[in-house]
């Protein structure tokens, strides 16, 4: 029987990520010199797994590379070397490394060979006992790749007495591995001598019959490379500590794993394959046949944004709970509708109350299945501010709170992009260097908060820094200049502080690969207004900034107001909607006689006449008769006119296009109580379309919908 | 794995199947335990084994240490050459009492 292992892809992908992140966070909080021994740990066991699984899966570049992090993580571990800022900064770049080997394993990708050749050599070099005072330029990493150290891991064959520490831990045998076997395959590369050590041996009464008690410290005389030896001890990496001692300190040197072989797609499992099991103890699962290396073809399902979700197993207990009880209240509906009358109707009210009950709760507790927390944008940035204030020689303290906080999976993975603009515009342009806060009175070290929380059905995030604040001196200047305020216009500080989201507007004084480029907050206001949020911004000069987003909770719900046009129900979400009004004649005016405004204070906005938008046919076509919705779509005011306000209610929102087709200017649809379809506005798209008057090919007949759900 | 007890002698004679393995630790440690305590002579036969893993050569390595520091008596008698070997992989064949085979 073979095993299709592509169907563990996935998981294996998603597992080795989320190890990638832990050994992240990890490494960015180690001590130097006092490492927290499960910190190290955990960093250990993360990079063991990605090894494994890699090398189960054929990944073999992706598994050499890692064996050489989990070397390195092992001798921290076992107490041989100390822990060392230039060790923290390799394994850290060795963390980007395995991400991107991976992601290019994932997506058929190409993966930049010079930078894995080049960790990958000071992985070896540190693994040797050589110095490395800093992670590497390009240069030096281009002359450590003509010059390596030493490379015990490696071919470089060794004769002479390699000595091997065994100390299995006490349930190694349980779990199927046996050192008779193990020490039987090392007495076949050479004359072996076995010195057991007991001192850990019970008294025979006490002892647990399948516990392993007894440690071995094994002499092996031969002319091999370590690997040959590490591979007997394969299988039971984890499972005992291992120590094997090169007899030579500065082995002949050969080229690193990275340098020879590309991030490979899964290959055939052959005999000679390094990961193979030799000791025959747990089943393999190597890929078979119809997986070649040349097939460079992507490995994973789909991209990271469409994968799959893990859901704790509460959640999915509660959700089977939901369901018993719907199953409870349908049978109690069902037994009253066999014998009903009219006696029994206060019943049957309880029975619909019920129901309503265990369909609300069912629906909030199918939505919390989509709900991750945010540390999975949050774990990002510890790492990222750490870089960039060391880039910009900056000191600055990264707090976050509320990062249990839930939300939405395609949410969160369309905000990540806008956060980390944030957080780098604050380390760039908020938080000053640290002469600059010690000559302004601030402690040495700024501080970057980053929040998140819930509020109603709203998720809210905020990055706050204490740094300069946005100079609005300068902001109004630039924005005089680019003719986005005149020159005898005296707007309000919140206003100015608004400007910087205007496109184009950017006050950095030097432009940086950081920010600076004068796009970006634009881009950032855009993508969360895309998401049905709002960012707002609240500045002090020298007290520093900070940023709120407000977003939806999910963007399978909405908050809508039902609006009639006609004998059409429209949704206009309620996050656009700025009011509502009875329109006077006399504040209509047409420009060039032909589009409609209104004079809304000391503003003129246009008016949309959804009807003749849509071709529906209307209740009134005179506007006073009517009522204007005022909504605004990208900063863009404009008037709804419809002919009646229904009632606000959450919608579930369907997907127009895939069940009919795209329409401008509609978002979605969804279904009301009774059944009708009712279209969901996209209200930057008809701001938009107005200016063109009217969607593009549409006709009635174009928006003929079903009048009930069946349809 | 036979165990037999033969009390005119208080021995308790261990007859190993060709395969010994960790399987039949919870059985064999029970009944050297029980050998223990009532101070019987433990005899290991071992002409047959074929494979044996170290949990079980654990528990007799076990036993023997702790019927010398009671001065009883145990021993292995016929042991073949892969029991010999499998002893002295796991550097356990003075402790049995097994002549000492170089790897």
Known sequence: ????????????????????????????????????????????????????????????????????????????????????????????HSVDCMHAMLDAVRDGSAVNQEQIAAVSQELQASLAGGAIASVATPAAQQSSMSAPKAIPNEKAATNGLWKINFVPLSHLLKTGNDPVRMFRELSGLGALRVAVNDKNLPPFLDMVPDNVYLEWELVLEANVDEKAISEVFEWVDGDCELTIQSPQPTPEISAPPAQKAAVQAPKAATPTTPQAPKTGAPASTHPKSGMKEADKKPVGASSAETSSIRVSIDKIDALVNMVGELVITQSMLGQLGKDFDMSRI??????????????????????????????????????????????????????????????????????????????????????????????????????????????????????????????????????????????????????????????????????????????????????????????????????????????PLTLAILDGQLVRVGDQTFIVPLVSIVESLQVKKELVNRVAGKAEVFKLRDDYIPII?????????????????????????????????????????????????????????ISGATILGDGHVALILDVSGLVKLSKNQGPTPQNDSDLALPRSAAA | MEITAESPHKTLIVTCEEIVDIQLATELHGQLKSALTQGLRVEIVASRVERIDAAILQIFYAYFRAAHERALEATIKGASENFIRAAALLGLSKGLGLAEVVL
């Open chain 1, 346 to 551: 206060d019943k049957l009210l309880d029975g619909l109350t019920q129901l309503e009950r265990n369909t609300r709760e069912l629906q909030e507790n199918v939505m919390r299945i989509r709900m991750l927390p945010i540390s999975f944008v949050f774990s990002r940035f510890p790492r990222m501010v750490r870089d960039l204030s060391q880039k910009l020689d900056k000191k600055i303290d990264l707090k976050m709170s509320g990062d249990q906080t839930e939300l939405d999976k395609t949410v969160m993975e369309k905000i990540g992009d806008p956060l980390v603009h944030l957080v780098r515009n604050s380390i760039d342009h908020g938080v000053e260097t640290h002469d600059k806060r010690v000559a302004a009175g601030k402690p040495e070290t700024g501080v970057i908060q980053l929040d998140a929380y819930h509020q109603g059905g709203n998720i809210v995030i905020s990055i706050a820094d204490d740094g300069a604040g946005i100079d609005t001196e300068r902001v109004l200047a630039k924005a005089r200049k680019a003719g986005l305020v005149k020159e005898d216009e005296t707007p309000t500080h919140e206003r100015i502080v608004d400007l910087i989201f205007e496109p184009g507007l950017s006050t950095a004084e030097v432009v940086s690969d950081v920010s600076g480029r004068g796009v970006g907050m634009d881009v950032v206001r855009r993508n969360i207004q895309e998401l049905g949020g709002t960012i707002d911004v609240r500045s002090v000069r020298g007290e520093g900034s900070s940023f709120t987003i407000r977003l």
């Open chain 1, 609 to 665: 006449r959804l009807y003749d938008m849509f071709g529906v046919h209307p209740e009134n076509t005179l506007l006073e008769e009517g009522l204007l919705v005022v909504v605004e779509g990208d900063g863009v005011r404009a008037g709804l006119f419809v002919d009646d306000l229904l009632g606000q209610q959450q919608v579930v929102i369907k997907s127009l296009e895939t069940n009919y087709r795209r329409v401008d200017g």
């Open chain 1, 1 to 92: 029987m073979t095993v299709d292992v592509t169907q563990f892809f996935q998981a294996f992908f998603e597992e080795s990520f989320e190890g990638l992140a832990a050994m992240e966070s990890a490494l960015l909080n180690l001590d130097i010199g006092a490492a927290d021994s499960e910190a190290i740990n955990r960093i250990f066991r993360a990079a063991h797994s990605i090894k494994g699984g890699a090398a189960t899966f054929g990944f073999t570049a992706v598994a050499e590379f890692t064996h050489l992090v989990e070397t390195l993580m092992d001798q921290i571990r076992s107490g041989q070397r100390a822990v060392t800022q230039p060790d923290v900064e390799i394994l850290l």
